[in-house]
Protein backbone atom coordinates (compact mmCIF):
# COMPACT_ATOMS: atom_id res chain seq x y z
CA UNK A 1 0.00 0.00 0.00
CA UNK A 2 1.62 3.10 -1.34
CA UNK A 3 1.10 5.96 1.72
CA UNK A 4 2.60 9.55 2.40
CA UNK A 5 6.39 10.22 1.67
CA UNK A 6 7.72 9.98 4.85
CA UNK A 7 10.71 12.66 5.36
CA UNK A 8 11.86 11.00 9.04
CA UNK A 9 11.52 8.26 10.33
CA UNK A 10 11.49 7.34 13.99
CA UNK A 11 10.60 3.70 14.21
CA UNK A 12 9.25 0.97 12.64
CA UNK A 13 6.63 -1.36 14.38
CA UNK A 14 6.74 -4.68 12.96
CA UNK A 15 2.70 -4.97 12.99
CA UNK A 16 2.34 -7.00 9.45
CA UNK A 17 -0.76 -9.06 9.10
CA UNK A 18 -1.05 -11.30 5.49
CA UNK A 19 -4.12 -9.88 3.73
CA UNK A 20 -5.85 -11.52 1.18
CA UNK A 21 -5.87 -9.40 -1.92
CA UNK A 22 -8.54 -9.89 -5.07
CA UNK A 23 -6.52 -11.72 -6.91
CA UNK A 24 -6.36 -14.49 -4.25
CA UNK A 25 -2.99 -13.21 -3.00
CA UNK A 26 -1.04 -12.50 -0.29
CA UNK A 27 0.50 -9.83 0.94
CA UNK A 28 2.08 -7.95 3.92
CA UNK A 29 0.67 -5.12 5.38
CA UNK A 30 2.63 -2.90 7.63
CA UNK A 31 2.41 -0.28 10.33
CA UNK A 32 5.14 2.35 10.36
CA UNK A 33 5.53 4.96 13.20
CA UNK A 34 6.50 8.44 11.03
CA UNK A 35 8.28 11.73 12.79
CA UNK A 36 5.31 14.45 13.28
CA UNK A 37 5.61 18.36 13.20
CA UNK A 38 5.36 18.64 16.69
CA UNK A 39 8.43 16.81 18.80
CA UNK A 40 5.93 15.94 21.31
CA UNK A 41 3.57 13.65 19.18
CA UNK A 42 3.76 10.91 16.70
CA UNK A 43 1.39 10.06 13.55
CA UNK A 44 0.76 6.68 13.78
CA UNK A 45 -0.24 4.56 10.76
CA UNK A 46 -3.21 2.61 12.40
CA UNK A 47 -5.90 -0.43 12.01
CA UNK A 48 -9.19 1.07 14.16
CA UNK A 49 -11.11 -1.02 16.45
CA UNK A 50 -13.72 -2.95 13.85
CA UNK A 51 -17.10 -1.96 12.82
CA UNK A 52 -20.08 -3.63 11.63
CA UNK A 53 -23.03 -2.90 10.12
CA UNK A 54 -25.63 -4.64 11.51
CA UNK A 55 -27.54 -7.68 10.22
CA UNK A 56 -23.91 -8.53 7.98
CA UNK A 57 -21.39 -11.16 9.48
CA UNK A 58 -18.47 -8.88 8.13
CA UNK A 59 -15.95 -6.74 10.64
CA UNK A 60 -14.24 -3.43 9.06
CA UNK A 61 -11.12 -2.02 9.77
CA UNK A 62 -10.49 1.96 8.36
CA UNK A 63 -6.74 2.15 8.18
CA UNK A 64 -5.64 5.44 9.11
CA UNK A 65 -3.22 7.98 10.16
CA UNK A 66 -3.65 9.23 13.88
CA UNK A 67 -2.22 11.75 16.02
CA UNK A 68 -1.01 10.68 19.37
CA UNK A 69 0.70 12.39 22.06
CA UNK A 70 3.84 10.83 23.35
CA UNK A 71 4.34 10.17 27.22
CA UNK A 72 6.82 11.80 29.64
CA UNK A 73 9.01 9.40 31.43
CA UNK A 74 7.16 10.14 34.47
CA UNK A 75 4.00 8.14 32.88
CA UNK A 76 5.79 5.32 31.74
CA UNK A 77 5.73 3.89 28.41
CA UNK A 78 2.99 3.73 25.89
CA UNK A 79 0.72 6.83 24.52
CA UNK A 80 -1.53 8.85 25.98
CA UNK A 81 -4.66 10.70 23.94
CA UNK A 82 -5.03 10.51 20.40
CA UNK A 83 -6.88 12.27 17.53
CA UNK A 84 -9.60 10.29 15.66
CA UNK A 85 -9.51 9.77 12.17
CA UNK A 86 -12.92 8.64 11.86
CA UNK A 87 -16.17 7.87 13.42
CA UNK A 88 -19.00 5.35 12.68
CA UNK A 89 -22.84 5.89 13.62
CA UNK A 90 -25.46 3.43 12.36
CA UNK A 91 -24.62 2.82 8.72
CA UNK A 92 -22.33 5.39 8.12
CA UNK A 93 -18.62 6.24 8.52
CA UNK A 94 -16.87 9.08 8.28
CA UNK A 95 -13.59 11.05 8.44
CA UNK A 96 -10.30 10.60 6.57
CA UNK A 97 -8.56 7.14 6.14
CA UNK A 98 -6.49 5.81 3.85
CA UNK A 99 -8.20 2.04 3.23
CA UNK A 100 -10.59 -0.71 4.93
CA UNK A 101 -9.80 -4.09 6.16
CA UNK A 102 -12.30 -6.48 5.72
CA UNK A 103 -12.84 -9.37 7.98
CA UNK A 104 -15.31 -12.45 6.89
CA UNK A 105 -17.04 -14.95 9.57
CA UNK A 106 -14.00 -17.74 9.24
CA UNK A 107 -11.41 -14.82 9.87
CA UNK A 108 -9.64 -14.34 6.42
CA UNK A 109 -8.97 -10.15 5.75
CA UNK A 110 -9.02 -8.76 2.72
CA UNK A 111 -7.69 -5.44 1.98
CA UNK A 112 -10.13 -2.93 0.25
CA UNK A 113 -7.64 -1.41 -2.42
CA UNK A 114 -3.92 -0.71 -3.31
CA UNK A 115 -4.85 2.41 -4.78
CA UNK A 116 -3.21 5.61 -3.25
CA UNK A 117 -6.65 7.23 -1.83
CA UNK A 118 -8.76 8.98 0.96
CA UNK A 119 -12.03 7.72 1.91
CA UNK A 120 -14.11 10.53 3.33
CA UNK A 121 -17.12 8.25 3.84
CA UNK A 122 -18.60 5.03 3.70
CA UNK A 123 -22.57 4.07 3.42
CA UNK A 124 -24.01 0.80 3.61
CA UNK A 125 -27.08 0.75 1.35
CA UNK A 126 -29.41 -0.46 4.11
CA UNK A 127 -32.88 0.02 1.87
CA UNK A 128 -31.27 -1.80 -1.11
CA UNK A 129 -30.21 -4.87 1.52
CA UNK A 130 -33.76 -5.35 2.99
CA UNK A 131 -35.11 -5.62 -0.18
CA UNK A 132 -32.48 -7.76 -2.18
CA UNK A 133 -30.73 -9.25 0.53
CA UNK A 134 -27.41 -7.77 -1.12
CA UNK A 135 -25.02 -5.98 0.94
CA UNK A 136 -23.53 -3.27 -0.87
CA UNK A 137 -21.24 0.01 0.08
CA UNK A 138 -21.10 3.47 -1.19
CA UNK A 139 -17.46 5.43 -0.64
CA UNK A 140 -16.50 8.90 -1.21
CA UNK A 141 -13.10 9.12 -2.45
CA UNK A 142 -10.18 11.12 -2.99
CA UNK A 143 -8.26 9.03 -5.94
CA UNK A 144 -6.25 12.61 -8.06
CA UNK A 145 -4.59 15.60 -6.86
CA UNK A 146 -6.72 17.28 -9.40
CA UNK A 147 -5.80 21.02 -8.31
CA UNK A 148 -1.88 19.84 -8.32
CA UNK A 149 -0.74 21.08 -5.09
CA UNK A 150 0.72 17.76 -4.48
CA UNK A 151 -1.90 16.83 -1.40
CA UNK A 152 -5.66 15.17 -1.18
CA UNK A 153 -7.98 17.52 0.23
CA UNK A 154 -11.73 17.14 -0.10
CA UNK A 155 -11.95 20.93 -0.10
CA UNK A 156 -9.88 21.35 -2.74
CA UNK A 157 -9.50 18.13 -4.98
CA UNK A 158 -12.60 16.17 -6.89
CA UNK A 159 -14.48 13.42 -4.82
CA UNK A 160 -15.79 10.69 -6.50
CA UNK A 161 -18.03 7.96 -6.04
CA UNK A 162 -17.20 4.22 -5.91
CA UNK A 163 -18.99 0.97 -4.78
CA UNK A 164 -18.24 -2.52 -3.39
CA UNK A 165 -20.00 -5.36 -1.72
CA UNK A 166 -20.37 -5.49 2.02
CA UNK A 167 -17.18 -7.71 2.13
CA UNK A 168 -15.09 -5.27 -0.36
CA UNK A 169 -15.06 -7.47 -3.27
CA UNK A 170 -16.06 -5.97 -6.32
CA UNK A 171 -14.75 -2.70 -6.02
CA UNK A 172 -15.71 0.06 -8.47
CA UNK A 173 -15.65 3.85 -9.62
CA UNK A 174 -18.66 4.76 -10.47
CA UNK A 175 -17.96 8.25 -11.16
CA UNK A 176 -15.90 9.46 -14.45
CA UNK A 177 -12.62 10.97 -13.90
CA UNK A 178 -13.53 14.82 -14.25
CA UNK A 179 -16.71 14.62 -12.67
CA UNK A 180 -17.24 15.30 -8.95
CA UNK A 181 -19.65 13.62 -7.25
CA UNK A 182 -22.35 15.92 -5.81
CA UNK A 183 -25.29 14.08 -4.10
CA UNK A 184 -27.11 11.13 -4.06
CA UNK A 185 -30.71 9.17 -3.03
CA UNK A 186 -31.87 5.67 -2.74
CA UNK A 187 -35.49 4.97 -3.87
CA UNK A 188 -36.66 1.69 -2.24
CA UNK A 189 -39.64 1.11 -4.45
CA UNK A 190 -37.20 1.42 -7.62
CA UNK A 191 -34.48 -0.92 -5.93
CA UNK A 192 -31.76 1.90 -7.47
CA UNK A 193 -29.39 4.43 -6.31
CA UNK A 194 -29.59 7.78 -8.12
CA UNK A 195 -26.38 10.50 -7.84
CA UNK A 196 -25.46 13.53 -9.45
CA UNK A 197 -22.01 14.58 -10.82
CA UNK A 198 -21.00 17.81 -12.11
CA UNK A 199 -18.11 18.11 -14.82
CA UNK A 200 -15.07 19.70 -14.62
CA UNK A 201 -15.66 20.81 -18.67
CA UNK A 202 -12.50 22.44 -18.92
CA UNK A 203 -10.29 19.68 -17.23
CA UNK A 204 -8.82 22.56 -15.52
CA UNK A 205 -8.89 20.72 -12.30
CA UNK A 206 -11.35 23.24 -10.75
CA UNK A 207 -15.19 23.23 -10.41
CA UNK A 208 -17.14 26.99 -11.96
CA UNK A 209 -20.13 27.83 -13.27
CA UNK A 210 -19.23 26.56 -16.79
CA UNK A 211 -19.47 23.11 -15.61
CA UNK A 212 -22.24 20.45 -16.41
CA UNK A 213 -24.13 17.99 -14.02
CA UNK A 214 -24.91 14.70 -15.38
CA UNK A 215 -27.65 12.20 -13.79
CA UNK A 216 -27.12 8.83 -13.55
CA UNK A 217 -28.90 5.69 -11.65
CA UNK A 218 -27.39 2.50 -10.35
CA UNK A 219 -30.33 -0.29 -10.84
CA UNK A 220 -30.04 -2.77 -8.40
CA UNK A 221 -33.07 -5.20 -9.81
CA UNK A 222 -30.80 -7.77 -11.28
CA UNK A 223 -28.46 -9.69 -9.72
CA UNK A 224 -25.66 -7.95 -11.33
CA UNK A 225 -26.26 -4.09 -10.53
CA UNK A 226 -26.12 -1.98 -13.42
CA UNK A 227 -25.18 1.83 -13.80
CA UNK A 228 -27.30 3.67 -16.36
CA UNK A 229 -27.02 7.64 -17.35
CA UNK A 230 -30.09 9.62 -18.08
CA UNK A 231 -30.98 12.97 -18.44
CA UNK A 232 -34.15 14.12 -17.03
CA UNK A 233 -34.13 17.31 -18.41
CA UNK A 234 -33.92 16.22 -21.78
CA UNK A 235 -37.29 17.49 -22.67
CA UNK A 236 -36.55 20.88 -21.50
CA UNK A 237 -33.25 21.87 -23.56
Known amino acids: MRLL ?6 TMLSFARCVQSDS ?24 DLPVQFDST ?18 YGRGFEGSESYS ?18 KSGVLRE ?17 FSITKRGYILYTIIDHDTNGDGKFWSGDDI ?19 THEYYDHVVVKSRRALYFRTREDV ?11 FHY ?3 DFADQDYKLIEYDPLKNLR
Not at 87 to 98: I, L, M, N, P
Not at 159 to 177: A, H, N, P, Q
Open 57 to 74: DVLLYKVGMKAVARRTAA
Open 87 to 104: FFEKDHVGGSFVNVVFED
Open 112 to 128: LTDLKIEITSMDFLRDI
Open 216 to 218: YKV
Open 24 to 47: GNKRTVDTLVVAAEKPDSLHVLIA
Open 5 to 10: LILSMV
Open 159 to 177: VSLYISDVDGTGFRKLTKS
Open 202 to 212: DKDGKLTNSDM
